[in-house]
């Protein structure tokens, strides 16, 4: 039997270019390959109300444009089931099991929630629903029998957790036959794939941070971006020497150049160690760089900008494969729902004459 393989992204913006080289990639690997029976890519809208419960309009409006975003990139809805986590009632049954098995310390523990608590402020006021997602996320994962999650690196306590809700469950329950796959993560290559820098140089690329890239923009937007983005302060005149640490602009060059780049677009180097070097050496000019790299992304955004303009026609066909696709998940998870409140012995139909 093949892997299955489930993803998915929080509905609160488009999505952007850390999330293209940290997951999108990825997964367009995954499906290319076709290594696997079933294939899930989650839009996770019930999980971004945890902490934008008075923006409805932003996740709900955000649905769509996420979908867009996934299609325009190259996801394939013959092969990949997206679907709305919000459609598919089981999973928030299986949540309230799962409830059980974790303690309150356990989860302010977990170092991703930890740190998205400092990120949002929520030290005081933390909302249930966000404390409690990774047990969320648990349910989203092993509803459908999941043995492989594409995540950047930030998401392997999330995992973490989710394997030790598996081990107490069956401690617990000494299931006579196994209901849960114990699910793997797949993370980037490099640190630099897994948590792509801001323009600015200073968190990772985020949507709510302003320092963000995004599927959707325009070619004049990417070039302005590019142009401002962090370099080297030092860096003032084109014969100083100029650092590679910290300098956005071949962090990019980093995550998105290839050989054949130099070829194309700038053909005195061979490769980006050449580059490099004559940068760090002197010589070398910042908006000559910014120019190498803004061709390179326009390349990449420039068929996902066209297939995009083709999809906004195309709302409500899309709007239909979702909730089409949340059926045939709702029906999916079912089946191990069911299997685990037999095995817990709550399944209560059971206790009916036949």
Same mark, same amino acid.
């Not at 996934?70 to 089981?90: C, M, R």
């Not at 239909?320 to 998940?329: C, E, I, R, V, W």
């Given at each position: 039997?093949?892997?299955?393989?489930?993803?998915?992204?929080?509905?609160?913006?488009?999505?952007?270019?850390? !999330?293209?080289? #940290?997951? *999108?990639?990825?997964?367009? =690997?995954?499906?290319n390959e076709g290594n696997?029976?079933?294939?899930? *890519?989650?839009?996770?809208?019930?999980?971004?109300?945890?902490?934008?419960?008075?923006?409805?309009?932003?996740?709900?409006?955000?649905? $769509?444009?996420?979908? $867009?975003? @996934?299609?325009?990139?190259?996801?394939?809805? %013959?092969?990949? %089931?997206?679907?709305?986590?919000?459609?598919?009632?089981?999973?928030?049954?299986?949540?309230?099991?799962?409830? /059980?098995?974790?303690?309150?310390?356990?989860?302010?523990?977990?170092?991703?929630?930890? +740190?998205?608590?400092?990120? =949002?402020?929520?030290?005081?006021?933390?909302?249930?629903?966000?404390?409690?997602?990774?047990?969320?996320?648990?349910?989203?994962?092993l509803a459908f029998g999941?043995?492989?999650?594409?995540?950047?690196?930030?998401?392997?306590?999330?995992?973490?957790?989710? =394997?030790?809700?598996?081990?107490?469950?069956?401690?617990? @329950?000494?299931?006579?036959?196994?209901?849960?796959?114990?699910?793997?993560?797949?993370?980037?290559?490099?640190?630099?794939?897994?948590?792509?820098?801001?323009?600015? &140089?200073?968190?990772?690329?985020?949507?709510?941070?302003? %320092?963000?890239?995004?599927?959707?923009?325009?070619?004049?937007?990417?070039?302005?971006?590019?142009?401002?983005?962090?370099?080297?302060?030092? !860096?003032?005149?084109?014969?100083?020497? #100029?650092?590679?640490? &910290? %300098?956005?602009?071949?962090?990019?060059?980093?995550?998105?150049?290839?050989? +054949? !780049?130099?070829?194309?677009?700038?053909?005195?180097?061979?490769?980006?160690?050449?580059?490099?070097? !004559?940068?760090?050496? #002197?010589?070398?000019?910042?908006?000559?760089?910014?120019?190498?790299?803004?061709?390179?992304?326009?390349?990449?955004?420039?068929?996902?900008?066209?297939?995009?303009?083709?999809?906004?026609?195309?709302?409500?066909e899309i709007y239909q494969?979702?909730?089409?696709?949340?059926?045939?998940?709702?029906?999916?998870?079912?089946? $191990?729902?069911?299997?685990?409140?037999?095995?817990?012995? *709550? /399944? @209560?139909? /059971?206790?009916?004459?036949?």
């Amino acid at each position: 039997m093949k892997d299955v393989i489930l993803t998915g992204d929080r509905p609160t913006g488009n999505l952007h270019l850390g !999330h293209y080289v #940290g997951s *999108i990639k990825n997964r367009l =690997r995954l499906q290319n390959e076709g290594n696997y029976d079933k294939f899930y *890519i989650m839009i996770a809208d019930t999980q971004a109300l945890t902490d934008n419960a008075e923006r409805v309009d932003k996740v709900k409006n955000n649905i $769509i444009q996420v979908s $867009i975003d @996934y299609l325009s990139a190259g996801i394939d809805p %013959n092969k990949v %089931n997206i679907f709305l986590q919000s459609q598919v009632p089981e999973l928030f049954e299986m949540t309230s099991y799962f409830m /059980n098995l974790v303690t309150v310390s356990r989860l302010q523990r977990n170092p991703t929630i930890k +740190e998205e608590i400092k990120q =949002r402020g929520f030290e005081k006021t933390i909302p249930i629903g966000f404390l409690n997602y990774p047990v969320s996320q648990a349910a989203d994962i092993l509803a459908f029998g999941t043995t492989l999650v594409p995540v950047g690196d930030d998401q392997l306590p999330m995992i973490e957790q989710c =394997r030790e809700i598996v081990h107490t469950f069956n401690n617990i @329950y000494k299931p006579k036959t196994p209901v849960f796959k114990m699910p793997k993560a797949i993370v980037p290559q490099s640190q630099i794939l897994s948590r792509l820098p801001g323009l600015d &140089g200073k968190i990772k690329m985020s949507k709510s941070a302003g %320092n963000a890239i995004f599927l959707c923009d325009d070619e004049k937007t990417v070039k302005e971006k590019i142009m401002s983005a962090y370099t080297d302060p030092d !860096h003032i005149k084109i014969s100083d020497p #100029g650092k590679i640490e &910290g %300098n956005i602009v071949f962090a990019y060059l980093d995550a998105f150049c290839e050989d +054949e !780049h130099f070829k194309k677009y700038l053909p005195e180097y061979k490769n980006l160690n050449e580059l490099k070097s !004559h940068y760090q050496k #002197g010589g070398l000019g910042d908006v000559k760089v910014k120019l190498f790299l803004n061709n390179i992304i326009q390349e990449l955004l420039t068929p996902i900008r066209e297939k995009r303009k083709v999809l906004l026609t195309q709302i409500d066909e899309i709007y239909q494969m979702l909730f089409d696709n949340s059926k045939k998940a709702s029906n999916e998870a079912k089946i $191990i729902l069911q299997h685990m409140k037999d095995e817990m012995g *709550i /399944n @209560y139909m /059971n206790l009916l004459k036949k």
